[in-house]
């Protein structure tokens, strides 16, 4: 993509940013781009078997869209017309642009040549034109309340037995606090996917903590890197040959996902907080 527009963010916005490393952004799309893109998805699901207008009883097609168990909520629909039109919105990619150009060295600086309080912005792919990008488009996060995806897994597993792999009967499951990436190849040259932004787009409003709504640690990119090297190793007991023993296991690193672990990483742990957004709300990530 490459597109040159006027300023889309503030100056406010991008401190936010670069501050935080988590900016909400309510003045990228119109009332009429999120309602179409809800339309869309609405037609989407119903090719589906999913009737947004009665979830409890066609909600439990949602297990047909989903590769992961339902992890998150999230459901395996890519690159259906209406969701292009959203994610390669000029406005959005005139954003995204912008943050890039404030938050990541893009000249081929050394990591000697920035200040200490701007080392966050290094990184090892060299110089880059920041008016230029890729898009990688991920799936779909479409959550249930709780109660009505235990129903739904509940009435599954009556017709169907236990459905293959799964843990628990809800339709759905919680998502572990985790990282989009391996942290000890992070600014290693086996970091070939480099993803300097992540970012969604909110089609409803979710301002409540443990509502199944997005959450982060924001301003641990300022320290990641000396997290990184600090990180604990993972300590549990294992029997072998007939004997207890403490076994000693690096963090754990699986692709491009790693999962926070709630003893060892408790001190990050304790600090991921509800990000509150609203209906059009788009949510960068750094």
């Not at 991008?14 to 988590?22: A, H, P, S, Y």
Request: aromatic letters at 10%; a negative charge.
């Amino acid at each position: 993509m490459n597109e040159r527009n006027t300023k889309v963010l503030t100056q406010e916005q991008i401190k936010e940013f670069l501050d935080q490393g988590v900016l909400v952004a309510d003045n990228i799309f119109d009332f009429q781009e999120i309602q179409d893109a809800a339309d869309g998805l609405s037609e989407t699901l119903a090719k589906n078997g999913v009737d947004v207008t009665d979830i409890e009883g066609t909600g439990h097609n949602l297990s047909l869209l989903s590769s992961t168990n339902g992890s998150g909520g999230v459901v395996d629909l890519f690159y259906d017309d209406w969701k292009m039109a959203i994610t390669s919105n000029p406005r959005l990619f005139q954003a995204t642009t912008e943050l890039w150009n404030q938050a990541y060295c893009s000249k081929g600086e050394a990591r000697g040549d920035l200040l200490k309080e701007e080392s966050f912005k290094w990184h090892q792919h060299g110089a880059f034109d920041c008016n230029k990008g890729y898009m990688y488009i991920d799936r779909i996060g479409f959550r249930l309340p709780t109660a009505l995806s235990d129903k739904l897994g509940a009435k599954l597993k009556s017709e169907n037995g236990r459905r293959k792999g799964r843990k628990t009967n809800s339709l759905q499951r919680s998502l572990t606090p985790h990282l989009d990436c391996c942290p000890i190849d992070f600014f290693s040259d086996r970091n070939m996917k480099w993803r300097p932004i992540q970012c969604f787009i909110s089609l409803t409003t979710n301002l409540d903590p443990n509502t199944g709504g997005f959450e982060a640690l924001p301003g641990f990119h300022l320290d990641f890197e000396n997290w990184i090297g600090n990180r604990v190793p993972t300590v549990y007991s294992k029997k072998i040959n007939g004997v207890v023993k403490e076994v000693i296991s690096p963090p754990p690193c699986i692709g491009e996902y790693t999962h926070i672990r709630p003893k060892e990483d408790a001190s990050i742990m304790e600090k991921i907080r509800h990000i509150p957004v609203r209906t059009g709300s788009v949510v960068f990530l750094g």
